[in-house]
Structures are given as C-alpha cells and as structure tokens.
T-cell receptor
Framework: DAGVIQSPRHEVTEMGQEVTLRCKPISGHDYLFWYRQTMMRGLELLIY????????DSGMPEDRFSAKMPNASFSTLKIQPSEPRDSAVYFC????????????FGEGSRLTVL | EDQVTQSPEALRLQEGESSSLNCSYTVSGLRGLFWYRQDPGKGPEFLFT???AGEEKEKERLKATLTKKESFLHITAPKPEDSATYLCAAKPRFETSGSRLTFGEGTQLTVNP
C-alpha cells in the first residue's frame, strides 16, 4: 500500500489567495483526519470524516477553512482567503476504525503564506 | 481540559548513552496512550499503544511504560538513526468526538555518533 498521499508537499502563496490541499487516504480506511502542526501549538486536529461524512469540525479555526470528502479516496482542505498565520504543516491521516489510536499520517503539506 | 506535557523539549545523547523521555498526561479517564516518531519533513509514525498502568511495550532499542499519570519512553544504547522527534498522545475514555487525540509538543532527540 502506498500509504496516505498528500499534495502538494510545499505551497507558497500570497495573503488573500485560495489554497487547496489534497489527500488520498489508505484504501479501506473509514476515517480521515486533517491535522495542523506549528511550533507554537504542536499538532491540532482540525476535522475528521467517517465514511466521507464530516463528524467533528470543532477544530477548524475559522470560516475561511473548509474541508470536503467527495468520495472514499479523496479529501480536500481549502483555505480562502489565506493569511500569514495559516502558515503551518498540514497533515492528513487515516485509520480503519476508531478502536485504534494508530493513525497513519501522510508526509504533510507545508504551507507558507506571505 | 485534557493535557499532555512532554519533557525535555530537546535531548542530546552520545551513541550508546541510554536515557528516558517523559510524557505527563491529564485526561478524563485514559483510553490509550500512544507514542509516535516523527522525522524531519515527514508525518508522525506510530510506535506503541499503552492501555493500562504497568503495561510495557518494546521495539528494538525503545521501551514504553505507563503509570497512572505519565509514560516513559526508554531508549537503550541509542544509535544516530534514533534521532527524531518523539510525540506522545492521549485518548480519553469518554470522548464525545470520536478519535480525538491530545498530542504533546514532542521531544527532539539527537544522538551523536
């Protein structure tokens, strides 16, 4: 299995631009998570999906952030408009079921907003 | 509020010099305590799950232990390839929002040859 695949690996954009991050979870995993990692706050859960349905989006910082999962093999995290404080590494992770804490993480998307 | 605190923030060891990393947690009933390893530019990689006080898990030079208030990651005779950031995370028993893990800030371990 190729693991969780994220794109792009690096994104540099200017303030106000729209950013879309993409994730392909491991096949057969019913749960998908979006995390954000910064030096100041560490790893924070933004949102997670079960069978393509958003279950908990309480970690999404603002209305500028939105996430979708149109099918079992694809999810997007969108920031519109982007701000410099959104600069972070965004990770996608998946698991087969909730009885495990063994998250399978992608390699992350490093976002820099100038 | 659930909280996970790791110490030290950074640790430098010589190859072969054993040591321990600490993870203190405060959660509303612990369902599981997890250790992850994160290499620069990579996502965290799962190492261990501990469920109850007194439990121990081992993998190569790493051994994780759990008490009612903290967990330790013991590194025996480390090698340079053990250099990474080690994260711990706690999962509360009675969570209402699925698989919400609370992560610590991590310990950045450097092992010099």
């Amino acid at each position: 299995d190729a693991g969780v695949i994220q794109s792009p690996r690096h994104e540099v954009t200017e303030m106000g631009q729209e950013v879309t991050l993409r994730c392909k979870p491991i096949s057969g995993h019913d749960y998908l998570f979006w995390y954000r990692q910064t030096m100041m706050r560490g790893l924070e859960l933004l949102i997670y999906f079960n069978n393509n349905v958003p279950i908990d989006d309480s970690g999404m910082p603002e209305d500028r952030f939105s996430a979708k999962m149109p099918n079992a093999s694809f999810s997007t995290l969108k920031i519109q408009p982007s701000e410099p404080r959104d600069s972070a590494v965004y990770f996608c992770a998946s698991i087969p079921h909730l009885n495990t804490g063994e998250l399978f993480f992608g390699e992350g998307s490093r976002l820099t907003v100038l | 509020e659930d909280q996970v605190t790791q110490s030290p923030e950074a640790l430098r060891l010589q190859e072969g010099e054993s040591s321990s990393l600490n993870c203190s947690y405060t959660v509303s009933g612990l369902r599981g305590l997890f250790w992850y390893r994160q290499d620069p530019g990579k996502g965290p990689e799962f190492l261990f799950t501990l469920y109850s006080a007194g439990e121990e898990k081992e993998k190569e030079r790493l051994k994780a232990t759990l008490t009612k208030k903290e967990s330790f990651l013991h590194i025996t005779a480390p090698k340079p390839e053990d250099s990474a950031t080690y994260l711990c995370a706690a999962k509360p028993r009675f969570e209402t929002s699925g698989s919400r893990l609370t992560f610590g800030e991590g310990t950045q371990l450097t092992v010099n040859p």
